[in-house]
């Protein structure tokens, strides 16, 4: 029970964490045509999120 207690009172922080991760800028290729890994595209937003 404590679980489903825990989903209702963090709600407004997995909201704000779902808008945050929707605003992140994605960059699916390094500049020069090379294709970037799902790693390094994360890696790419969180650096220019900070």
């Known amino acids: 029970m404590d679980e489903l207690e825990n989903i209702f009172t963090n709600r407004p922080i997995v909201a704000q964490l779902i808008s945050d991760a929707q605003e992140m800028v994605i960059q699916t290729d390094d500049g020069d045509g090379n294709h970037l890994t799902h ?9 220019s999120s900070q």
Do not use: F, L, V
């Open 39 to 47: 790693d390094e595209q994360i890696e790419i937003a969180r650096e």
